[in-house]
């Protein structure tokens, strides 16, 4: 057993990492769907969505061949509504709210249209807002993820000037560094940030990262409100034995690393066991598996009934092939020659219903063994901490609390997305954005 | 199994299922296509002057994704030599002898020319005539097609030529480009027509090409009015096909129905309002002759669940049903009801009757269901709410009559009655 890279000819690196979801390939075959829409009143699909894009009208626009009204309905509530149609969890959103779903009718599928229409608007790089003119405001932007972004752009559209500085080479934020290699391509993410940008008055300051190269004390003082999306990001540890050894990582920079390397160059275990049931485990074990490791068990201490991810997330992980064990939790990391070679795991069964409503998982006594060579951890991810305390942001647990949605503690500072909720969707943070927006406008008196 | 033959002025066909004059029945290859698949006959595309054809020749109106909801033609009458015509209907004649051949005649507007057409198409074998007096494009400017209908003094007269010398059955098919088909229609039948058949086509615009600006069909840069037919005119060709059945002198001959019949039901339809005979050409156009099979099947399996033995059980049922608005039940009334094991909270029926009806409908407020129950007090009946509801017997109307007795308009208003109730 062996971590290694380039386990796969490129044809298969090219198949394994294609697009899951793929586009509609003619137009007929969208008009077909959008033609099933029912055009609910008052959609169940629209209040289903966080951004609560107006769904029956863009589907509605697309059979009367307006596609840039279409992408313009779409744009108009998410402005990331290009990336959000590729990875959105639309079977608990949009699509699981479809009422063909209560005729037991497969429902509309709303993200793929909702494709159809921004890739178009994409490609022809079509112009759908109007900046108003500057007036006279310069706002910051802390994190060039979809939060920022989406904040950003509304910002820029009532003619406030942005600079948003971001700690990485490039935007996008998680979607760019943070998203299964098949939902979307970093190509993609680049493209979608120029598009948002190409509106205007908005600057992005690339490897600019908040407490190393720039403060809130500072940004207050040069601009006259400050957005902080500074998203979350450190991988939750798991406090066992052994978690040291070569060859425990965790899934954020796993999957960082595959965005970011190439795919042939990322190395990977014959034998991977992933900690965790949430989407990013769920990326973490497909990926693992596409890039050639034999064998990928997801470990999961409690059971399906209270696992993160959607059903849908689960079957592209069994259809990969990846082995689940529920009620198993990592007890200690064990190895040989400072590298891993099993996970030990305890048996665990459900006891009472803990703070978050699920039933706790609590151990049995029994163990297990898996004989494997990498461990990936995704069991959440952890706030930045140390640097919010160290900025003077107020916070619990490291999480900046807000009031009216986006307001800190801080005079002029709003914040927003994963930094302020602990890590939910793209969808999310991008109604965190408009949100915080809302906020600086109305501070601002614009 | 039922008998669903049906013979129309001495024409025996297997089935009332004929083809109507059109591209179609333009040919022998057709027609021949069309017997083997089952049809139980046709009426060969019209045979009279020569003509030239034009490229384009059809254009559509699509809704809803679907095609072909309604088509429209500027083709002409048949464009082939008559002899060829003339000898590929006899040989048809001779192969399917069981089968209805209708030829459709549109001959110069003298009387020799009629008498002369008749002649040979009698000669040639055909079984009956259909005179078309309905073709609203390209004839009407020589004074045939619908300019003959639209006017009964000429219809009338020539009608008269053609029964001077015809020794089968004739039909005349009307023009539904008029106020009323009973004028015309009355004329034919006085003067001598054995049946009638409706409707010919509709005239039309379909559409127009938004890059161009030119209508559809295009022809080098220009369009014309075109006849208009498919499941489009339906509901019309129902209409004019009741007043027809309903007037005195005219409802004295059989008619051939023709309108956008696309299935055993349309066809059901237009017999129940007082049609011998169907006539299709949209549906066949659009999907081949094999669509025969389940209009057989399907008003057989209806007449045998309806215990009708033959079409004659049923033909001309619904005419009396249709009746003038002084003579409706005011009294009769009945109020939605929303089932709420079927609804799918899509709220159509709540916006529809919230913006452009009578606000009957509740609304309880839900995340991301909400609920929609009727306000009965509210509800005229009018049926919006189930009309445009995506699920079969959702919504129902329930009767809730406002009084036992029957009361007309006419009774209401010499009594007094109160108005304006909503």
Sequence with gaps: MAIKNNRLTAEQYEQNFSDIHPPFETKEAAMVEANRCLFCYDAPCTKSCPTSINVPKFIKQITTENIKGSAHTIFSSNIMGAGCSKVCPVEKLCEGACVYNLMDEAPIPIAKLQRYSTEQAMAHNWQLFDRKPSVGKKVAIVGAGPAGLSCAHVLAREGVDVTIFEKEAKGGGLMTYGIAAYKVTPEFCEDEVNYITSIGGIDIKYNQELGKNITVEQLQKSYDAVFLAFGVGLARQLEIPGENLEGVVDAIGFIYDLRTKGFPSLPVGDSVAVIGMGMTAID??????????????MVYRRTKDEMPCTQHELDIAMLDGCNVMWLAAPKEVKGENGKVTQLVCDVMKLGEPDASGRRSPVATGETFELNVDMVIKAAGQMPFETMVQQQQIGHKNGKVTVADKSVTNLNGVFAGGDCVNGGKEVVDAVQAGKDGAAAIIKFLAI | MADISVNFLGIKSPNPFWLASAPPTDKKINVVRAFEAGWGGVVWKTLGSQVKNVSSRYSAVDYGGHRVMGLNNIELISDRPLDINLKEITEVVKMFPDRAMIVSLMADNDRESWHELIKKCEDAGAMGFELNFGCPHGMTERGMGAAVGQDPEIARMVVEWVMEKATIPVITKLTPNVHSVVPTGAACVEAGTNALSLINTIQSVTGIDLDTFVPNP???????????????????????????????????????????????????????LGATTVQVCTAAMKHGFRIVEDMCEGLNNWMDEKGFKTVNDFIGKSVEKITHWEDLDINYHHVANINQDKCIHCGLCYIACEDTSHQAINIAKGNPYNNYTIKEEECVGCNLCKLVCPVDNCITMEEKRVAPEYINWIEWQRRGLPLNDH
């Design chain 2, 218 to 272: 295009y022809v080098g840069g220009k369009s014309v009015f075109g006849g208009y037919c498919g499941p489009a005119v339906k509901p019309i060709a129902l209409k004019m096909l009741t007043t027809i059945s309903q007037n005195e002198i005219t409802r004295k001959v059989p008619i051939s129905g023709i309108g956008g019949i696309s299935t055993w039901k349309d066809a059901v339809e237009f017999m129940l």
């Design chain 1, 284 to 297: 973490a074990a497909t990926q693992a598996k596409r890039l050639g490791a034999k064998n990928v068990t």
